[in-house]
C-alpha cells in the first residue's frame, strides 16, 4: 500500500508552501483521498504528478554558419 502523506509533507517534497498541494487538490489535478476530515496524498500521486508535469530540455544543434562571398 502507498503511504499517504500530509499537504505539508507534499508541499515540503516540492519545495513549495502548504497552498499549492492544496490547489491542486481543489482543481482535481491530482489523487489524494480523504480520512475523515484531513486530505491526504498517496506518494505515488506525488510521484505521477512530477512526472506528467517535467518538460525536457530541447537540444539546439549548433546551426552552420554561412559563408559569405567574398
Not at 500500500?1 to 516540492?14: F, H, I, N, Y
Not at 546551426?63 to 567574398?70: C, E, G, N, Q, T
Amino acid at each position: 500500500m502507498d503511504r499517504l502523506l500530509s499537504v505539508d509533507e507534499v508541499a515540503e517534497l516540492l519545495g513549495t508552501t502548504a497552498r499549492f498541494p492544496r490547489r491542486l487538490i481543489e482543481e482535481r489535478r491530482i489523487t489524494f483521498v480523504k480520512v475523515g476530515r484531513h486530505v491526504r496524498i498517496p506518494e505515488s500521486a506525488v510521484a505521477s504528478f512530477v512526472a506528467d508535469n517535467t518538460i525536457e530540455p530541447i537540444i539546439i544543434r549548433p546551426v552552420a554558419r554561412l559563408r559569405r562571398a567574398a
